[in-house]
């Protein structure tokens, strides 16, 4: 990767964290809460340490995000997107099934197929998925 892939990866970085960090000031005076009032009711987190979160200045940890969205009662794994993160459940299944991780990989990176065929094969395994979980339901 070169110096401005470099640079302009970072400044997607930076804008993500920006954006996610908005959603979470709104989501916080929606409930009409100060920052102080925010760490103490997940667990003594810092109001420094939470504003430079919203502010997009900092990525929260794993532990953080998973209380960030119990206390906000959102998706953890949409929240973790929003960081650029990968859901723990998801490390856990990749560090379980290398293979899968593999492949995904290599059909991210692979220039013989097309972006939208990409995305129909992310598509059809989502599919199946849900097709093999309501048959066991």
Same mark, same amino acid.
């Given at each position: 990767?070169?110096?401005?892939?470099?640079?302009?990866?970072?400044?997607?970085?930076?804008?993500?964290?920006?954006?996610?960090?908005?959603?979470?000031?709104?989501?916080?005076?929606?409930?009409?809460?100060?920052?102080?009032?925010?760490?103490? !009711?997940?667990?003594?987190?810092?109001?420094?340490? /939470?504003?430079? &979160?919203? @502010?997009?200045?900092?990525? $929260?940890? #794993?532990?953080?995000?998973?209380?960030?969205?119990?206390?906000?009662?959102?998706?953890?794994?949409?929240?973790?997107?929003?960081?650029?993160?990968?859901?723990?459940?998801?490390?856990?299944?990749? !560090?379980?099934?290398?293979?899968?991780?593999?492949? /995904?990989?290599? &059909?991210? @990176?692979?220039?013989?197929? $097309?972006? #939208?065929?990409?995305?129909?094969?992310?598509?059809?395994?989502?599919?199946?998925?849900?097709?093999?979980?309501?048959?066991?339901?």
């Amino acid at each position: 990767m070169n110096m401005e892939e470099n640079r302009q990866e970072r400044i997607e970085e930076l804008s993500r964290n920006m954006e996610t960090g908005d959603l979470l000031k709104e989501m916080r005076k929606e409930k009409g809460i100060t920052l102080a009032e925010l760490g103490k !009711e997940i667990g003594g987190v810092s109001v420094t340490y /939470l504003s430079e &979160i919203e @502010r997009g200045q900092k990525v $929260p940890s #794993d532990h953080l995000v998973r209380q960030l969205a119990d206390y906000y009662d959102i998706d953890e794994d949409f929240l973790f997107a929003k960081f650029g993160k990968v859901p723990m459940a998801a490390r856990r299944v990749f !560090e379980d099934n290398p293979l899968l991780l593999k492949t /995904l990989a290599d &059909i991210g @990176r692979s220039d013989g197929i $097309p972006e #939208d065929m990409k995305q129909d094969l992310y598509d059809y395994l989502h599919n199946l998925y849900k097709h093999i979980a309501n048959r066991k339901n």
